[in-house]
Structure formats: structure tokens, C-alpha cells
């Protein structure tokens, strides 16, 4: 049958020929599924992942009891029951005993020294990419001074800046910042630069000035690319942080550890670690949050 024929027909019964557009628009529950191999990206909650991990660290443990109760020595790797105790002791107890302060309160100073010098580099890093992004010429100049720091490890600074700047907050500001201002601008440039031409094409044309598309359209889109840089910038902060902390510090987690180290009080150094890890994996959490947040795709 011809399409003359076809509309022939329609208008005989009085109906309204169907439209390509309509017969072929995808419905709501199509566009959650388009994807090769007809799955979705959303990630859904599974039991059996966390089973598995939860079963990973009651071996990890199993091993670290097996092998200390067959070294025997305290010192050199101490039970997990005597590392959870000792962690339990001295969320209470000070170190060190006279003018030392509890593990908690250890963990906040290097928490919230994390946080400023991080925010801090965050900001810097995702402000500079957006500019090298936009600018092809700031691009060139920053883009070499980049490449040049960006291999350097912040913690070969220290030296220098306890020089500088004594043992204070400020070195420690510093070293962080300037290990992830460089991580956030790559993160922030590679993410702007895969944002389709289309999007910003499209809202030129509905008036948009370059810097208005910029921080509606480009860093919108470009979000859940800048939050991975964030995740791996808080990485090397922790890094730095307990690194300078080990050397010019009175107080911290680096600095607990270290006391404790020359101490031969291997369980409050495990202690100390695992404080680092429970933060990290805090944070971490909450920037995975916020990642899910930001991309609904992997919702």
C-alpha cells in the first residue's frame, strides 16, 4: 500500500495519519535503558558486593592475627585485638600523657588542616582550569608551569618551607595546596574539554554570554569529571599532610604516629592508621555522594 494510499485511508475513517517523529519518539522507560547490551548505567545497591567486602576485611584480619600470633612479638606486629583496644583507649586517654591530646582530638586537627588547605586548592585548581579552558592563551602560558610542577612531590617542599615559614599552620597549608591545586586543574580542563560543542552551541544561541555558558553549561556537564579530581586530590593530601606532620608538628596524626614510632608503641602507630583510614574512607564516601549526586546516570 502507497502513503497516498495510507493517508487515503485515514482520512476515509477520520483518523490522523501518524506522524515519523511521533511513531518513533522513545518513551520515559526507553530513555532510561538506550544503552549497548540493553543495561542501564545505574548502579544498584548489592548485598552480595558489600557480603564480599566485609568478607575481604574479616580475612585481611584473620591473616594480620594469624601471622602476629606466630611472630609473637608485640612490637614488632601486635594482635588485632591489642591495635582495637589501644585505638578504643586513647580516644580518651591523651598523647602524649602530660600536654598531649586524645586520638579523636589528633584526628580533628589533621581533619580540619585537610580540609582548609584542600577547599583552598580546590577552589584555585577548578577557578585556573575553567580560565585555561576558556582562554587559549592563559592555556599557553600556565600549561608548561604546569607540566613542570606537576611531577614534583610536595614533599620534597618541606625542607624549604620549614625554612620559610617555621613549623606553623602555613607550611602545612601550603605543602597541600600546592599538591592539589596542579590535580584539579588537569581535572577541571580535561573535564571542560569533553563537553560536546553542542551544548554550548546551543546555549550561545539562546543568548548566553562565554561566562555565563561557562558556569551554567560547561562546568555543569563537566561536574562529575571534577569531582574524581577532587577524590584523588584528597589522596595526596593525606599524604602530605601526615608526611609534614611526622617532621614539624605538635600535634596530628603524623605527629602521634611518629612519637609513638620512636616509642616502640606499635599498636597506637596501627592506631593512628587506622584513624587515617576511617577519615579517608569518610571523605571519600561523601565525594562519592556527591559524585552520585551530580551524574544521574550513575544513579
Known sequence: MTTDSKAADSAATGAAPASPALVSAPTAVDATVILAGGRTRARTFSWSRVAYGVLGLILSAAIWELVSCLKDDPVILPTVQKTVSTFWDYLTQKYPAVQGKTLWRHALVSAARILAG???????????????????????????IIEISRPLPPLAFIPLFIVWFGIGETPKFILILIGVVPVMIIATVSALDAVPKELVQASRSLGASPLWSLLTVRLRSALPGIITGMRLAMGGAWTSIVAVELIAATSGLGYLINNAGVNLQTPLVLSGILAISVLGITFDGLLRLLHRFADPTSR
Not at 580546590?122 to 599557553?140: D, F, N
Open 118 to 144: 584542600w577547599g583552598a586548592g580546590v577552589v584555585i585548581g577548578v577557578a585556573l582550569g575553567g580560565v585555561m579552558a576558556s582562554v587559549r592563551v592563559i592555556r599557553y602560558l600556565l600549561d608548561p
